[in-house]
T-cell receptor
Framework: AQKVTQAQTEISVVEKEDVTLDCVYE???????LFWYKQPPSGELVFLIR??????QNEISGRYSWNFQKSTSSFNFTITASQVVDSAVYFC????????????FGTGTRLQVTL | NAGVMQNPRHLVRRRGQEARLRCSPM?????VYWYRQLPEEGLKFMVY????????ESGMPKERFSAEFPKEGPSILRIQQVVRGDSAAYFC?????????????FGEGSRLTVL
């Protein structure tokens, strides 16, 4: 069975601080995909990144960066110089090839960025 | 390019009534997924459909819930004789790829409240 754990329920930071959201996953599959989604207060889900299990290179996109470590089954997400607009719930998710995009989501981390 | 369209965005039902939630996938997508998000929880997979076929319904409750994706028209998630525990946000997602994991595009969700 697959499992995604986001141990941080809620994080509060002051604007311009860096913040890292943790994600630990469990799967028996050798090929799998990891995702991060953002859910702002308006409720929709916004896709942020997809990473396959063979690609352990870290990725940076503007203020966002992701650290994938297969050895520790982690796929952490860092926001540099956080802004109020980053306030949202962030979900980490996992799927395996062959499961037709069926995602297993973590319970989410609520990030609150204040002035 | 219209995204995944869900309606209604908000639905209120009394216990025992029926709820119908609709989802129109992105243009060109023939794969539809329904997920449920209970309050303060992550999304949980319910069902995966292609046109006129249910591919995977392993996440669907055994009773009262059904889903379809007809040849013409939107996908429909139907909940009969709703109970308070059905109150949740129901998200639809679509993709254009089979087998391997393609990117899922989510709608804005339909929020069901059962009184």
């Amino acid at each position: 069975a697959q499992k995604v754990t986001q141990a941080q329920t809620e994080i509060s930071v002051v604007e311009k601080e860096d913040v890292t959201l943790d994600c630990v996953y469990e799967t028996r599959d050798t090929t799998y995909y990891l995702f991060w989604y953002k859910q702002p207060p308006s409720g929709e889900l916004v896709f942020l990144i997809r990473r396959n299990s063979f690609d352990e290179q870290n990725e940076i996109s503007g203020r966002y960066s992701w650290n994938f470590q297969k050895s520790t089954s982690s796929f952490n997400f860092t926001i540099t110089a956080s802004q109020v607009v980053d306030s949202a719930v962030y979900f980490c998710a996992l799927s395996s090839t062959g499961t037709a995009s069926k995602l297993t989501f973590g319970t989410g981390t609520r990030l609150q960025v204040t002035l | 390019n219209a995204g995944v369209m869900q309606n209604p965005r908000h639905l209120v039902r009394r216990r025992g009534q029926e709820a119908r939630l609709r989802c129109s996938p992105m243009k060109g997508h023939s794969h539809v997924y329904w997920y449920r998000q209970l309050p303060e929880e992550g999304l949980k997979f319910m069902v995966y459909l292609q046109k006129e076929n249910i591919i995977d319904e392993s996440g669907m409750p055994k009773e009262r819930f059904s889903a379809e994706f007809p040849k013409e028209g939107p996908s429909i998630l139907r909940i009969q004789q709703v109970v308070r525990g059905d109150s949740a946000a129901y998200f639809c997602a679509s993709s254009s790829l089979t087998g391997m994991t393609g990117e899922l595009f989510f709608g804005e969700g339909s929020r069901l409240t059962v009184l």
